[in-house]
């Protein structure tokens, strides 16, 4: 009786035992699959400039595909508040590395000319939730919180003087400056958040004048390309000569600002104007 209970004793064990090492084996298993697919990815945003479906340049002359000449002084813009976006409409916040030269608190700076300073930035990078993704949004501009900071104090790229406005204490989200034509005069294009604004040292403008940029199709976080077409910008634009092309500055420079996808009288996102600048490649 004795040894018919140690026999039944010893089947239960190893019955158990075998369950329990299948069962961690299992839940490791699905663990390492868990951490795998929360793990972040890394994100890498190629964003470049075109004229006539060719890569902008500064010493040389840019030709549209009508035929205009396009010449370059200046082809700076800041990137905030980069998400990438699922086939349900949900979000993934990219989190932008931060490297005090290009990036910084969550904003890049896009930097295309070489007139002013020799140094140029065409990449965004971070990490994101691993994940398949659909599209991609971004601002173009740099967010509220961090627009009326101290550019003496402040750490790059937020410290660049030619990327502020004195007079409304904030910065300028898009610096572009061109000529047509092989035109002397340039127009200095320069968006920034305006309208009523407040007094040092919050300031706090009432028309923001931020671009929310959506871009639908199939996004490789690791090597996404992101094209500013700068025909489209120049849609409906021919002025000649010197030009300083503000928001608030009325025709014709309304076309420059409104092609960002921004209502020109409140600063906003509008969605009856979509943005035609940027699509992905």
């Not at 961690?24 to 699905?30: C, H, P, Q, V």
């Not at 699959?33 to 972040?40: I, K, R, T």
Request: charged share 15%.
């Amino acid at each position: 009786m004795k040894l018919f209970k140690a026999t039944l004793v010893t089947i239960f064990l190893f019955v158990f035992m075998s369950c329990d090492i299948k069962s961690k084996s299992g839940d490791n298993e699905t663990l390492a699959l868990l951490a795998l697919a929360s793990a972040p990815q890394s994100v890498n945003l190629n964003f470049e400039a075109l004229v006539g479906g060719q890569s902008v340049t500064f010493n040389d002359t840019n030709k549209t595909v009508d035929g205009k000449t396009v010449k370059f002084k200046d082809f700076r813009y800041y990137i905030s508040e980069v998400k990438l976006v699922r086939a349900d409409g949900s979000t993934a916040d990219v989190s932008l590395a931060s490297d005090n030269v290009w990036q910084n608190s969550g904003v890049a700076l896009i930097d295309f000319e070489t007139f002013k300073t020799s140094e140029t930035r065409n990449l965004v990078t971070g990490t994101v939730q691993t994940g398949v993704y659909t599209g991609i949004q971004f601002t173009v501009g740099v967010p509220e919180a961090l627009n009326h900071l101290d550019r003496a104090t402040a750490s790059a790229p937020l410290n660049i003087g030619s990327m502020t406005w004195a007079w409304a204490g904030g910065y300028k989200h898009a610096n572009i400056e061109f000529s047509i034509n092989d035109n002397v005069g340039y127009t200095q294009f320069h968006m920034g958040s305006s309208g009523t604004c407040g007094s040092a040292p919050n300031f706090g403008c009432t028309k923001k004048f931020r671009a929310s940029i959506q871009l639908s199709g199939q996004i490789n976080p690791s090597n996404q390309t992101i094209g500013f077409d700068v025909d489209k910008l120049i849609q409906g634009y021919s002025t000649i000569g010197a030009q300083s092309c503000m928001p608030g500055t009325a025709a014709p420079c309304d076309t420059l600002v409104q092609a960002f996808g921004i209502n020109i009288s409140s600063g906003a996102v509008d969605s009856s104007i979509p943005q035609r600048v940027f699509s992905l490649k």
